[in-house]
């Protein structure tokens, strides 16, 4: 176990962790969901720390993401291998002692469900649905939600805490989250790390058992503009808050949406119940139909569009912002 100890070193030298919180850490799992720019940098500080993780996403790499996302390669946009795939690669190559559980999906009710346990829930997402979804499971579950979220220079921080209210469903109505997007704002890398090491900070407190030393407030930094603030939320708290209030968790709930639009692309996902690749690349080939086969993906072009199949059935139609149109082409490819 030398080689253990010298990795953690100097870690476990820090006066906060020591070696019984190294010891601790390297017993924890925590649930990253999303792994776009955000979810590589916490993943990767995480897995240097000792920490073993569960890591989820629906998507693929491209070439925009390589600006900011920092555990993908060239090589990965060429061969648009899942996140998910890509990720796990690359973590393993830097520690390979902790478990890391990768998972290519759409993060649902219906996903977590059945998910093992886990010590912590870290949002490294795009959206709304999802965040109010993991809020409530994670309050479900009793364990924290460490809220994140950036655009342009711009980033928020938040940690739930069973017990602890407000939610992120209290302050949603609060939150200034003006509906923009990294695909309509952009975004920098260095606010993506700077709200990457608050949620990794965040993690390393609370896993080590140091929870007096858990940032309560709401942080919220521009890099850019060089303005940050620390804000007292205690009383945002909604009374009438489903979720930290009533034990309802209205977003835990079976909704296998057909289509989603994905954040700010012309992207349509279209969802069917399949029985793997192998029959639908039958199909296709039947039909005459060229495309390119991946252990993960099956991609081919319809009416000049792009249409990659996930195993788990869902279909991500590329230039296209209707999901009406996006179900007419899969069901001329795939059948209704
Ligand atoms: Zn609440």
């Known amino acids: ?27 924890k799992r925590v649930l990253v969901v999303g792994l776009g720019a955000l979810g590589a940098a916490v993943s990767d500080q995480l897995v240097r ?17 390589l600006q900011r996302q920092t555990l993908y390669t060239e090589q990965d946009a060429t061969a648009e291998t899942p996140k998910a795939i890509a990720a796990l690669e690359r973590l393993r190559a ?36 999802t965040r109010l979804l993991l809020n409530d499971f994670a309050l479900e579950r009793g364990i924290p939600f460490l809220f994140a979220s950036c655009v ?9 805490l069973p017990g602890e209210a407000p939610c992120l469903r209290c302050l949603m109505r609060h939150l200034p989250l003006a509906g923009q997007t990294c695909a309509t ?18 993690a390393l407190k609370y896993l080590t058992g140091r929870h007096e030393k858990l940032e309560r407030r709401l942080l919220i930094e521009d890099l850019w503009e060089n303005q940050s603030q620390r804000l007292d939320v205690e ?29 700010g692309r012309d992207v349509v996902q279209v969802r069917r ?30 009416r000049g569009h792009r249409m990659l199949l996930f195993k788990d059935g869902r279909v991500l139609v590329h230039g296209v912002n209707d999901p009406h149109v996006a179900v007419a082409m899969v069901d001329e490819c795939l059948g209704a």
């Open 49 to 65: 720390a000792g920490v073993g993780l569960v890591i989820v996403d629906r998507d693929y790499v491209e070439v925009t993401n």
């Open 94 to 129: 830097i520690n390979g002692d902790v478990e890391i559980d990768a998972h290519i999906a759409d993060v649902s009710w219906d996903w977590l469900r059945p998910l093992p346990h886990v010590d912590l829930v870290l949002d490294a997402t795009d959206n709304v649905e």
């Open 185 to 202: 704002a952009g975004v920098v890398a260095p606010i993506v790390h700077h709200v990457a090491s608050r949620q990794a900070v965040e």
């Open 273 to 302: 119940s399949i029985e793997g690749l192998e029959p639908i690349a039958n199909q296709l080939e039947r039909a005459d139909i060229t495309m390119k086969k991946t252990p993960f993906t099956l991609e081919w072009r319809w």
């Open 1 to 27: 176990m030398t080689h253990l100890s010298e990795r953690y070193a100097r870690q476990a030298r820090f006066h906060g962790i020591g070696a019984d919180g190294q010891a601790e850490l390297m017993t």
């Open 152 to 160: 342009g220079a711009y980033g928020m921080n938040y940690t739930v």
């Open 235 to 263: 009383r945002l708290v909604d009374a009438a808050c489903p979720s930290c209030q009533q034990n309802e968790y209205p977003s835990l709930v079976s909704n296998r949406q057909q289509t989603a639009l994905l954040c």
